[in-house]
């Protein structure tokens, strides 16, 4: 049995299409309300936080509405044809009233609808994947997807770098260009999902080859394990670990997320107005990220997954640490962030896995869900908190308060004793990238 790659590729231009949004919305977004609708550092925090807030409980709901729906398109389709048609048309909208003349009541009322949207068909999205891929595949098929996703992000980055002009009065920026990119990125994506991908057909199809039935003879000794031990509490010891991993993933991201949701800004009060230098360190971070997944998945069956993540830690910390010292804009920026992003790929490889491993006494359903609601909650918690030092002591804080609860993180980490048994050597290279969505 061989994984589709042509389907595969085709499914990921759902999460393609998401991510490019997202990596939008997580740099323009911020500048729009700071320096259009002159929003407080604070107050343009939360705001930014509300799509996690969203998220929490967005996710879930659609996800379980998709598990119930059934209609000739198909289970997961419906919701991702109209959520993203639906969220275009409300981005449309919101770029149009995004300007100095624009009415703020209206552009907060336009987001809350749009993050809505959104949340209507990632959970869909994301499923469609094991939905029609066979079991014993899915592994290299995330990875793929992940890949796909990583991708969107760098195509926004690019075209940032390529259309996009920094005026001297940021409010005066002209995102046409961009607008129109995203746009087509997400119509084009969804359009070619609709020509090529017949959710019932294939699902029927892969059905009759035996892929998509129950677990039977699939279905390793580890799994059996899980099976049998639903429900169970888990050891104290694991429960230990268990609790210091999670804070651990609370930290890391409340350093990561901040970074990348007051970059933008960081760059023009700080540095001053560099065009769009910011969007090349961004770009090299991911790039270097999805670069890193290979020999970092190599060296981690061959260290464990408890010394890479610490390395990671280490890493970003120490670039966390450096970039606060720099006092104007320096092409050297570009090394921190690739070297940032091979420290996050070093924890994303790693974390969830050690998450599932310690779950093997109890639910690993319930657990994961858990580690979802700590990295969200992080996420919904941290532009509040860094906006409000940003705000009302310095700019200059970012990436101090990175590298503190960066270094908090790595001790943290160090009080994690479970979860950390090698992996399986990779049947193809291609799942070293399988990491979490």
Same mark, same amino acid.
């Given at each position: 049995?061989?994984?589709?790659?042509?389907?595969?590729?085709?499914?990921?231009?759902?999460?393609? /299409?998401?991510?490019?949004?997202?990596?939008?919305?997580?740099?323009?977004?911020?500048?729009?309300?700071?320096?259009?609708?002159?929003?407080?550092?604070?107050?343009?925090?939360?705001?930014?936080?509300?799509?996690?807030?969203?998220?929490?409980?967005?996710?879930?709901?659609?996800?379980?509405?998709?598990?119930?729906?059934?209609?000739?398109?198909?289970?997961?389709?419906?919701?991702?044809?109209?959520?993203?048609?639906?969220? !275009?048309?409300?981005?449309?909208?919101?770029?149009?009233?995004?300007?100095?003349?624009?009415? !703020?009541?209206?552009?907060?009322?336009?987001?809350? &609808? &749009? &993050?809505?949207?959104?949340?209507?068909?990632?959970?869909?999205?994301? $499923?469609?994947?094991? %939905?029609?891929?066979?079991?014993?595949?899915?592994?290299?098929?995330?990875? =793929?997807?992940?890949?796909?996703?990583?991708?969107?992000?760098?195509?926004?980055?690019?075209?940032?770098?390529? +259309?996009? %002009?920094?005026?001297?009065?940021?409010?005066?920026?002209?995102?046409?260009?961009? +607008?129109?990119?995203?746009?087509?990125?997400?119509?084009? $994506?969804?359009? +070619?999902?609709?020509?090529?991908?017949?959710?019932?057909?294939?699902?029927?199809?892969?059905?009759?080859?035996?892929?998509?039935?129950?677990?039977?003879?699939?279905?390793?000794?580890?799994?059996?394990?899980?099976?049998?031990?639903?429900?169970?509490?888990?050891?104290? %010891?694991?429960?230990? /670990?268990?609790?210091?991993? &999670?804070?651990?993933?609370?930290?890391?991201?409340?350093?990561?997320?901040?970074?990348?949701?007051?970059?933008?800004?960081?760059?023009?009060? =700080?540095?001053?107005?560099?065009?769009?230098?910011?969007?090349?360190?961004?770009?090299?971070? *991911?790039?270097?990220?999805?670069?890193?997944?290979?020999?970092?998945?190599?060296?981690?069956?061959?260290?464990?997954? #408890?010394?890479?993540?610490?390395?990671?830690?280490?890493?970003?910390?120490?670039?966390?640490?450096?970039?606060?010292?720099?006092?104007?804009? /320096?092409?050297?920026?570009?090394?921190?962030?690739?070297?940032?992003?091979?420290?996050?790929?070093?924890?994303?490889?790693?974390?969830?896995?050690?998450?599932?491993?310690?779950?093997?006494?109890?639910?690993?359903?319930?657990? *994961?869900?858990?580690?979802?609601?700590? /990295?969200?909650?992080?996420?919904?918690?941290?532009?509040?908190?860094?906006?409000?030092?940003?705000?009302?002591?310095?700019?200059?804080?970012?990436?101090?308060?990175?590298?503190?609860?960066? *270094?908090?993180?790595?001790?943290?980490?160090?009080?994690? #004793?479970?979860?950390?048994?090698?992996?399986?050597?990779?049947?193809?290279?291609?799942?070293?990238?399988?990491?979490?969505?």
């Amino acid at each position: 049995m061989k994984l589709n790659y042509r389907r595969t590729i085709l499914i990921g231009l759902a999460f393609l /299409s998401i991510t490019a949004f997202w990596q939008f919305y997580d740099n323009e977004i911020p500048r729009i309300l700071k320096y259009t609708f002159n929003l407080g550092e604070t107050a343009t925090g939360a705001v930014m936080a509300m799509d996690n807030v969203f998220a929490l409980v967005l996710l879930p709901l659609f996800g379980a509405l998709s598990d119930k729906s059934s209609t000739k398109f198909g289970k997961r389709m419906p919701f991702i044809i109209i959520g993203t048609f639906l969220s !275009v048309a409300l981005f449309l909208i919101l770029m149009l009233v995004a300007k100095p003349s624009g009415n !703020v009541f209206f552009f907060f009322i336009v987001l809350l &609808l &749009l &993050l809505v949207a959104m949340g209507t068909y990632r959970s869909p999205a994301v $499923s469609l994947m094991p %939905d029609l891929t066979p079991a014993p595949l899915r592994s290299s098929a995330n990875a =793929v997807i992940n890949l796909m996703g990583a991708l969107g992000g760098v195509f926004i980055l690019v075209m940032t770098m390529l +259309v996009l %002009d920094r005026p001297e009065n940021p409010a005066d920026t002209n995102y046409t260009g961009l +607008v129109l990119s995203l746009v087509i990125c997400m119509i084009v $994506s969804i359009v +070619v999902m609709i020509f090529t991908i017949n959710e019932n057909k294939i699902k029927k199809q892969i059905e009759e080859e035996g892929g998509l039935g129950s677990l039977g003879d699939q279905i390793d000794d580890d799994e059996k394990e899980i099976q049998a031990s639903k429900g169970k509490r888990l050891p104290a %010891d694991v429960m230990k /670990s268990l609790a210091f991993l &999670l804070i651990s993933v609370a930290f890391w991201f409340m350093a990561y997320n901040a970074v990348t949701t007051a970059f933008t800004r960081y760059v023009s009060e =700080v540095w001053g107005p560099e065009g769009g230098s910011y969007a090349g360190a961004l770009m090299v971070a *991911t790039v270097a990220a999805v670069l890193s997944y290979i020999p970092i998945g190599i060296l981690s069956s061959k260290l464990g997954r #408890k010394k890479v993540i610490l390395a990671g830690v280490l890493l970003m910390s120490f670039c966390y640490l450096s970039v606060s010292f720099m006092v104007t804009y /320096s092409p050297l920026l570009n090394l921190f962030f690739v070297l940032i992003g091979v420290g996050w790929a070093a924890i994303n490889v790693n974390s969830y896995p050690m998450v599932v491993e310690m779950s093997k006494a109890g639910d690993i359903g319930k657990y *994961t869900g858990t580690y979802y609601t700590f /990295s969200m909650a992080a996420q919904v918690f941290t532009p509040i908190l860094s906006g409000l030092l940003l705000e009302n002591i310095s700019y200059r804080t970012l990436f101090p308060y990175a590298f503190v609860f960066s *270094t908090l993180a790595f001790f943290t980490m160090l009080m994690v #004793k479970h979860g950390d048994s090698k992996p399986e050597a990779k049947k193809n290279i291609i799942e070293h990238f399988d990491v979490d969505d």
